[in-house]
């Protein structure tokens, strides 16, 4: 197993943060993965990929939000996002829809503050 790449959020941190700020979080990786995705830079995308997920799997495991409904959104919202941006054939979601599902909880997390 790989180390963590942001061993402090790991370190449980990221469990202090709202669904808003952790979301927001996320959404600001998928931006960065979505645009070298878009310029076909292949190992900021991979680089980038890897900490919007680690990201995505920290909000998942966080026991917040381990009631059925949340988990399962949050679940589903990792299946969409590696559609997304691994061949696009079971969901169709576009990087636009998942930008703007990540824009809200940005600024719902700077209202939070």
Same mark, same amino acid.
């Given at each position: 197993? @790989?180390?963590? $790449?942001? @061993?402090?959020? +790991? &370190? &449980?941190?990221?469990? %202090?943060?709202? $669904?808003? +700020?952790? /979301?927001?979080?996320?959404?600001?990786?998928?931006?960065?993965? +979505?645009? +070298?995705?878009?310029? &076909?830079?292949?190992? !900021?995308? %991979?680089?980038?990929?890897?900490?919007?997920?680690?990201?995505?799997? /920290?909000?998942? #495991?966080?026991? @917040?939000?381990?009631?059925? *409904? !949340?988990?399962? #959104?949050?679940?589903?919202?990792?299946?969409?996002? *590696?559609?997304?941006?691994?061949?696009? %054939?079971?969901?169709?979601?576009? $990087? %636009?829809? /998942?930008? @703007?599902?990540? /824009?809200?909880?940005? $600024?719902?997390?700077?209202?939070? !503050?």
């Amino acid at each position: 197993m @790989k180390p963590p $790449i942001h @061993k402090e959020l +790991a &370190g &449980g941190r990221w469990f %202090e943060f709202s $669904i808003f +700020a952790q /979301l927001g979080n996320v959404g600001s990786e998928s931006e960065r993965t +979505a645009r +070298a995705f878009e310029r &076909g830079d292949r190992d !900021r995308f %991979e680089n980038a990929f890897e900490r919007m997920l680690e990201l995505l799997d /920290l909000t998942v #495991e966080d026991p @917040k939000w381990r009631t059925t *409904c !949340r988990l399962r #959104e949050l679940l589903r919202l990792r299946e969409e996002v *590696c559609d997304v941006f691994h061949g696009n %054939e079971i969901f169709g979601t576009s $990087i %636009e829809t /998942l930008k @703007k599902y990540f /824009l809200y909880f940005g $600024i719902a997390a700077r209202a939070d !503050r």
